[in-house]
């Protein structure tokens, strides 16, 4: 399924901006909170849309990279326990 997600914003926790299409081989919605691999390296990013036709997503299906985890909480929520 193609999916399109938006990034997280470097100065606060709002997702937004472009929208950038990847391949799902895990089940999303919109909404969803998912780790996704980049030029950069992986990032989070919030599903914004699902069922992309791929007429619609700019690239062949081939060269969309895929999401395969869900994200995991980052920050110091989890510092205590390791």
Sequence with gaps: MIVQVQFKSRYNDTYGGRPYSYVADIPVQ???LVKVPTANGDSEAKVCRVDVPEAECGFPIEKLRHI?????????LFAGFF
């Design 68 to 76: 395969t985890e869900p994200a995991t909480p980052s920050g110091d």
């Design 30 to 32: 919109v909404g969803d």
